[in-house]
């Protein structure tokens, strides 16, 4: 053989080897088009996705750019050793594509190849490296889910495609240094790992005869072993390679605290999710696109409480129901939906998104839970213990504390408050929310916003017409009471002539923000007072604010820093007072809920270790003197933690509102 670099094309392959590969790769192809025919027959079983995505072309290119930048799979530890083997494998496939390229399409037709010079020595090289990357990542990967304690799956499935992608690179490293052993290039060494594989044989004293036959028999094996694999994919763990890129296109295009309303809700016949069934096509999409890496189990807080709720599995087990279909010859023979997920589960779930942040494969699961509550709150009539009693209050006195309704205004008695007024323009309504008017300790937070607001010299009002928003009750599945008081409250701000809400709750401000727009008279814009205080500083509105020494962690509400991206301003706003600004493991959007969220805050639990008496113990272990928070809801519950742990009877828990209040001049406070 020339020394001349250049990729020779079925080296020694004996005519019959030259045909089974066309043959054979035609087949595996069509194999592979069948299984995804197949599948994308089994997602079209379901309904019609009310919610289809509009500007397809946009989201494939956005879904394409995330498969080669694995931007969102290399968040995790794991995820980057993943994203090393996508990557790996790809430039595998990509050397196999050129390769066929430079032989059936530039030699065959241009009688000319380009894989050969340096150009050849720098595809060597690369695919060599790539090789190795898939098998360290491999090795990593296998070591992680079998060589130590581990909550990711381990069965058979894992097994098989773990061994299969090593035996294709291992056979591949074998067949290119038999072919090096049996010929000696100069350039050998640009294949590093074939050059000593090479070596090693030469080392056994094999002849040129014996190395050919070997090599013959092996590339045998090697491309029945990576034809077989194509073919396989659709039945394997390996079909996430088409199936998560599907699901990643056909998500909504929504806010992510948003939850679609039930349109004309007084001439539905059925609500909600009562059988599998009723999932539409997008959802079965997303079952398959499930890559069971476990992130949604890792930062769910109901499963770090204990309680019935594990994510993975409950996707896991409506996938499993799914692919159940094609063989089941009645519907009698399938798993119902309560069997798959049971009503403890769904009404352990905090809704606080974080699974479906985390999830690659871009799987809304509280939407999902959501849709399925609805089915027993709309349908049966059925609630945990506890938010039966929020739920009739709401409807009865406009709060789920089930407190008079006179009584709400209580909280601003001595403040001189001023109240809206018909035909009187104001900038701000100050909408204080249900917990700042009747709890007692958040009332603090309405007080202390009154504070700044004054001290600011703000145009504002608060509303003597304001009820319970409703979205604890939504979200609990209660849709009907969630539209009712949301009729209530837009026919009420329309009263009124003002430019923007300000919220002190992120619940509220989700609600007001992201889903009372989706109501055709609502039009205002709304902001959180976290960013409203951070832009009264900037301006210079509230001078003279007192700084202190006592070292403080901050406390993300879900609703606020995951589900509407406000992270800087309130940590702005602290670095202004607080001398000290500490971080917790779990802040920003990747917070961990404070386990109020969902209607949690009305669920009457008894577990060992609730979400809030965890999250109170991450905060304390940043070893500061006062946790912040910016919403009544975890003010609340992590004040409750507070009472069942000794140990933190010194620690501080104060909205940004109260730190703000507290730092203003004192004759102005």
């Not at 996508?86 to 066929?100: E, N, R, S, V």
């Not at 590339?219 to 073919?231: E, Q, V, Y």
């Not at 023979?333 to 309560?338: D, G, R």
């Not at 798959?340 to 494969?361: G, K, N, Y």
Request: charge should be neutral; hydrophobic fraction near 40%.
């Amino acid at each position: 053989m020339t020394d001349l670099p250049i990729r020779p094309g079925f080296w020694n392959v004996p005519l019959w080897g030259e045909i089974a590969v066309y043959i054979l790769g035609l087949a595996a192809i069509l194999i592979l088009i069948a299984g995804v025919i197949r599948n994308r027959k089994l997602w079209l079983q379901g309904a019609q996705d009310p919610h289809p995505v509009t500007n397809k072309k946009a989201r494939w290119i956005e879904v394409i750019k995330g498969i080669f930048t694995q931007k969102k799979i290399r968040e995790t530890g794991a995820g980057r050793m993943h994203a090393i083997l996508a990557w790996g494998f790809f430039l595998l496939f990509c050397g196999t594509a050129f390769a066929t390229l430079d032989w059936d399409i530039a030699h065959y037709i241009f009688g000319n190849q380009f894989l050969k010079g340096n150009v050849y020595l720098a595809y060597k090289f690369i695919l060599d490296c790539a090789g190795v990357a898939v098998l360290l990542t491999l090795l990593v990967g296998a070591l992680r889910r079998w060589g130590r304690a581990s909550r990711v799956p381990r069965d058979g499935r894992f097994v098989c495609a773990y061994l299969s992608l090593a035996f294709i690179v291992i056979t591949g490293f074998l067949v290119e240094g038999l072919r090096l052993a049996a010929t000696m290039p100069s350039w050998s060494n640009f294949s590093p790992v074939g050059h000593q594989i090479a070596q090693a044989l030469l080392s056994f004293g094999l002849t040129e005869a014996t190395l050919r036959s070997i090599h013959t028999w092996l590339w045998s094996i090697h491309g029945l072993a990576s034809l077989g694999f194509i073919a396989a994919i659709p039945l394997t763990y390996y079909a996430h390679l088409y199936r998560t890129p599907v699901g990643l296109a056909t998500r909504e295009e929504k806010p992510a605290g948003q939850i679609h309303k039930i349109e004309d809700i007084e001439e539905q016949e059925t609500f909600g999710i009562s059988s599998f069934e009723q999932f539409n096509t997008r959802e079965r999409a997303s079952f398959d696109a499930c890559t069971e890496c476990g992130r949604c189990r890792d930062v769910c807080p109901a499963v770090r409480a204990g309680t019935p709720l594990d994510p993975r599995a409950m996707i896991v087990s409506l996938r499993d129901r799914m692919h159940k279909e094609e063989k089941a010859s009645s519907e009698a023979n399938l798993p119902t939906l309560s069997d798959i997920v049971s009503r403890d589960a769904l009404w352990s779930c905090t809704t606080c998104c974080a699974c479906a942040q985390a999830c690659p494969a871009g799987i809304n699961i509280p939407d999902m839970i959501v849709n399925m509550r609805r089915h027993w709150a709309l349908e049966q009539g059925e609630f945990p213990e506890g938010a039966a009693i929020a739920l009739e209050n709401t409807a009865s006195v406009g709060n789920p504390w089930g407190l008079d309704p006179y009584e709400r205004m209580d909280w601003a008695k001595d403040l001189d408050v001023p109240v809206a007024e018909a035909g009187t323009h104001y900038d701000i309504l100050y909408w204080v929310g249900c917990a700042a008017s009747y709890d007692r300790r958040a009332r603090r937070i309405a007080r202390s916003m009154v504070t700044i607001l004054k001290t600011a010299g703000v145009n504002f009002a608060v509303m003597a017409e304001e009820r319970c928003h409703g979205e604890f009750a939504r979200r609990l599945g209660e849709e009907y009471l969630y539209q009712t008081a949301a009729a209530e409250n837009i026919g009420n701000f329309a009263q009124y002539d003002f430019d923007r809400i300000l919220t002190a709750c992120p619940h509220c401000f989700n609600t007001l923000k992201n889903e009372y727009p989706t109501f055709d008279d609502f039009k205002w814009p709304v902001v959180t007072h976290t960013i409203f205080i951070n832009d009264l500083i900037r301006e210079g509105r509230l001078p003279g604010l007192t700084k202190n020494d006592i070292p403080t962690v901050y406390h993300d509400p879900c609703y606020l820093a995951r589900i509407n991206g406000v992270t800087k301003e309130p940590r702005a706003v602290l670095g202004q007072i607080c001398g000290t600004m500490r971080k917790t493991y779990e802040e920003g959007s990747n917070t961990l809920c404070c386990g109020a969220g969902g209607g949690q805050m009305w669920i009457e639990r008894r577990q060992d270790t609730p979400v809030n008496v965890i999250r109170l113990k991450d905060l304390r272990e940043s070893d500061s003197g006062c946790i912040a928070v910016a919403c009544p809801h975890c003010l609340t519950m992590l004040e409750s933690a507070k009472s069942l742990t000794p140990e933190a009877e010194n620690t501080q828990i104060a909205d940004i509102a109260e730190i703000v209040a507290a730092a203003l001049p004192k004759a102005e406070a």
